[in-house]
């Protein structure tokens, strides 16, 4: 049985853990954009879909593009940033699972088209539980992380997704270290008898 976490690491993955959309400077390695897919991937997924599909926008081209489909108050955050990530999903995620699901014939549960909208909400959903477990997974590697929904996702989907139109964008995440001097007060957060039934 698994022993629970440190007040430590319980700290650092969420009651000092904050939304940063400023950072200082710091690069992101290659070895930690990696670092944090082999944790995420980790995480479960209904029937181990496995439906997000990262774009890491690292390069200053690659972040003034993004930046151009951004609201305009996220213009500067998107361009600032060591890196942008591009949260997306594959709405045609079914067609790995043959090799993600081996014990089963997955496949044909969510194969041909009259099944299209049920792979997209499927995708959306399970796509978004990964998003979760990317920023947790950042946060586990001592990284901070700014997620957005103010953008052109229509626009994102034809400028970087143009060859796959099978994927489409969720949401955009920034990921570095975060300037805490910059930070507003955290936002007040309710008691469980608020927002909580236990029956």
Not at 10 to 23: K, P, S, V
Not at 105 to 132: C, H, V, Y
């Amino acid at each position: 049985m698994s022993n629970p976490l440190s007040d430590a690491a319980l700290d650092q993955l969420f009651r000092e853990a904050r939304t940063c959309q400023y950072f200082d400077g710091r690069e992101v390695t290659d070895g930690q954009i990696a670092a944090i897919w082999d944790l995420l991937k980790m995480a479960p997924t209904s029937m181990n879909q496995l439906p997000l599909r990262i774009v890491w926008c690292k390069s200053q081209e690659a972040r003034d593009r993004l930046a151009s489909h951004a609201a305009e108050g996220n213009v500067e955050k998107v361009r600032n940033a060591p890196v942008c990530a591009i949260l997306a999903m594959d709405v045609d995620f079914h067609e790995h699972l043959p090799e993600l699901v081996p014990h089963m014939d997955a496949k044909p549960i969510f194969d041909g088209d009259e099944k299209r909208e049920m792979r997209r909400t499927s995708a959306f959903r399970n796509s978004t539980l990964q998003g979760g477990y990317f920023i947790m997974a950042a946060r586990a590697l001592g990284l901070d992380c700014g997620p957005m929904s103010g953008f052109d996702n229509e626009g994102v989907d034809a400028d970087f997704f143009a060859g796959m139109p099978n994927w489409k964008s969720n949401f955009i995440c920034s990921v570095g270290y975060g300037d805490r001097s910059r930070l507003h007060p955290r936002a007040p957060r309710p008691e469980f008898s608020l927002f909580n039934r236990l029956l």
